[in-house]
Antibody, heavy 124, light 108 residues
Framework: QVQLQESGPGLVKPSETLSLICDVS??????????WSWVRQPPGEGLEWIGY???????YYNPSLKSRASISLDPSKNRFTLMLTSVTAADTAVYYC????????????????WGPGTLVTVSS | DVQMTQSPTTLSASVGDRVTLTCRAS??????LAWYQQRPGKAPKLLIY???TLESGVPSRFIGSGSGTEFTLTISSLQPDDFATYYC??????????FGQGTRLEMK
């Protein structure tokens, strides 16, 4: 059974860097059978995809984040991380990590399963 | 970006009702659409992918259909556990992946 679990600081100051870890169990990150993503949800709002990483190193980020996001894999610990720089109050959200399942010829896919999420508040 | 628009925003219904939720894409996404259920305080849960394929373990009362730009999720007979928010997500284009704004299904 594949499980994901987010961890990291619940409070980050404005202009600082948000850093979160997603620990994965039940599947190895050492293949491109899947991709690994972060999705966030501001309180009371909808879902916003942040970006993805493949084991082979391919990454892509939502242009709305204006190059502030970075996702990396640590296969030795079977985890992946999110870093989001120069945060503001608008980055306050529940952050989810999720496994992406590629289905199309261009390796795009859907998300399953998701971690339970972690609330990050940006405030001084 | 591919814009995803869900309707209605809120739907009031009763246990046993048949309900249909709609998701429209701003351009054709063929059949590359997923549906998720999110209960309050919980992570989204995959229900359907490729527009109509039921994820393993999901009850057969959830029925997805559509292609191109218009998609529907029908719940054939509402159960108490089904009152939640439902999101659609397109995966024809990863630049970026986009979700609908959600339909909240509430008890009448």
């Amino acid at each position: 059974q594949v499980q994901l679990q987010e961890s990291g600081p619940g409070l980050v100051k404005p202009s600082e860097t948000l850093s979160l870890i997603c620990d994965v169990s039940g599947v190895s990150l050492r293949s491109d059978d899947y991709f690994w993503s972060w999705v966030r949800q501001p309180p009371g709002e909808g879902l916003e995809w942040i970006g993805y990483v493949f084991y082979s190193g391919g990454t892509y980020y939502n242009p709305s984040l204006k190059s502030r996001a970075s996702i990396s894999l640590d296969p030795s610990k079977n985890r992946f991380t999110l870093m989001l720089t120069s945060v503001t109050a608008a980055d306050t959200a529940v952050y989810y990590c999720a496994r992406g399942i590629p289905e199309t010829i261009s390796l795009t896919g859907y998300f399953d399963p998701w971690g339970p999420g972690t609330l990050v508040t940006v405030s001084s | 970006d591919v814009q995803m628009t869900q309707s209605p925003t809120t739907l009031s219904a009763s246990v046993g009702d048949r309900v249909t939720l709609t998701c429209r894409a701003s351009q054709s996404i063929y059949g590359w659409l997923a549906w998720y259920q999110q209960r309050p305080g919980k992570a989204p849960k995959l229900l359907i992918y490729q527009a109509s394929t039921l994820e393993s373990g999901v009850p057969s009362r959830f029925i997805g259909s559509g292609s191109g730009t218009e998609f529907t999720l029908t719940i054939s007979s509402l159960q108490p556990d089904d009152f939640a928010t439902y999101y659609c997500q397109q995966y024809n284009d990863y630049s970026p992946y986009t979700f609908g704004q959600g339909t909240r299904l509430e008890m009448k």
